[in-house]
């Protein structure tokens, strides 16, 4: 058994290496996304500190309206007054299923940048790159080829990280040894097995987590438009215009004590309800800023219903720790760097394996 599970360790190492080193660099770099951007986008993404308050939903969405007249509003991730982030809006150009981004002053309704595709900026970029490996949406393919292509990537990490921990099942007894004064071979191959084991719990939830968005994403645009149903056009605005966003924003927190709303979802296919994404209160730093949420009818505003996370059970819950444990983002700045840090140990595990496969490999061909 352990002789099959290290062949096939190695050989799908060997074929996978490339597009999975690219997946782990990437990821290592976009956990600080946030930083990156107020790095390089400090005049859009970034605010100056202020006491003032945010002007109200309804007033900024008309603004939004007004200065992008061509498009419509899909989506808006929001944050609180005092915050150093800039909105970030998702529009929809008019005529076109295509989705943009643009960033919003929310004390001076100034939307700070022209709506850019997905992939304009740099970071963004990193991030189609990370999760499609910019196969998606090429012609004479499987549109959606680079997401089934991350998930086949995460069921290999996981298979990886369990046949590693498998095969050398007795880890503890020589992890801190590290043998420098012997040949390259036994060098390279304590150094493998210290970087695998040490990295491995981390890399199975990124795997287990990677692979259950990739998963779902592809799942669900099989169920929406698996039967060949197109992507609705965005030809009209799909709520009424006299549509009260304070309100319903409001009403959100009065159904859920405590919540605090992080997210809109605009009506961006027929017969779809506003939504407010928010956190309820919870002790529990795994928990996502989108785990609760309320609708509302698109035309009338009127309550639909609410869904609120802490009343859900431990299945659920755990599925909704997967985002901020996928990006590390549940522990401040200590658990990004260590995230980082790992995310790169696999360029050290490809070099050390690549070189240990090769050296078996010629002793095969020798004994032969």
């Given at each position: ?53 945010r ?28 915050h150093?982030?800039?909105d ?34 740099l ?59 012997q040949r ?30 990739s998963?779902?994403i ?7 438009h ?11 605005r ?32 027929p ?17 996502s800023?989108?785990?609760s ?7 009338t ?7 609120n ?47 240990l ?5 010629n002793?095969r061909?020798?004994r032969?």
């Open positions: 058994m352990r002789k099959k599970l290290h062949k096939w360790h190695g050989w799908l190492g060997i074929i996978f290496m490339v597009p999975f080193l690219v997946v782990c660099l990437t990821g290592s770099i976009i956990v600080f996304k946030k930083e990156i951007d107020a790095w390089l986008l400090s005049d859009l993404a970034t605010l100056e500190p202020s006491q003032q308050a002007l109200p939903f309804t007033e900024l969405k008309h603004q939004v309206n007004a200065q992008l007249p061509d498009y419509e509003i899909g989506s808006w991730e929001i944050f609180p007054a005092g150093d982030e800039a970030r809006v998702f529009v929809i150009a008019r005529g076109t299923e295509e989705w943009s981004k643009v960033y919003l002053d929310p004390y001076s309704g100034e939307v700070r940048s022209q709506p850019q595709e997905p992939g304009h900026y970071t963004d970029w990193l991030v189609e790159l990370h999760y499609t490996l910019l196969l998606n949406d090429l012609k004479g393919l499987d549109e959606h080829l680079g997401v089934i292509i991350s998930f086949v990537l995460a069921v290999f990490l996981v298979f990886m990280g369990i046949s590693g921990l498998i095969m050398y099942r007795r880890f503890w007894a020589r992890f801190f040894t590290l043998r420098w004064n390259l071979l036994v060098v390279f191959s304590d150094m493998h097995k210290m970087a695998g084991t040490f990295a491995s719990p981390i890399l199975l939830i990124l795997g287990i987590t990677g692979g259950y968005y998963g779902l592809y799942y669900t645009e099989w169920v929406e698996g039967d060949g149903a197109e992507h609705h056009i965005m030809s009209e799909l709520y009424g215009d006299d549509i009260n966003l304070d309100v319903m924003v409001a009403d959100s927190q009065e159904r859920i004590e405590g919540f605090k709303p992080t997210y809109l979802l605009f009506p961006f296919e017969e779809l309800p506003f939504t407010v994404f928010g956190r309820a209160p919870t002790a529990n730093p795994l928990l800023n989108y785990g949420v309320s609708n509302y009818d698109a035309q505003g009127e309550y639909l219903n609410t869904y996370l802490n009343e859900q059970g431990v299945g659920t819950k755990t599925l909704d720790s997967f985002r901020r444990l996928h990006f590390g983002t549940w522990g401040g700045l200590p658990v990004k760097i260590l995230w980082s840090f790992v995310g790169a140990i696999p360029s050290l595990l490809a070099i050390t394996g690549t070189y496969w090769w050296q078996r490999r002793k061909t020798r032969r």
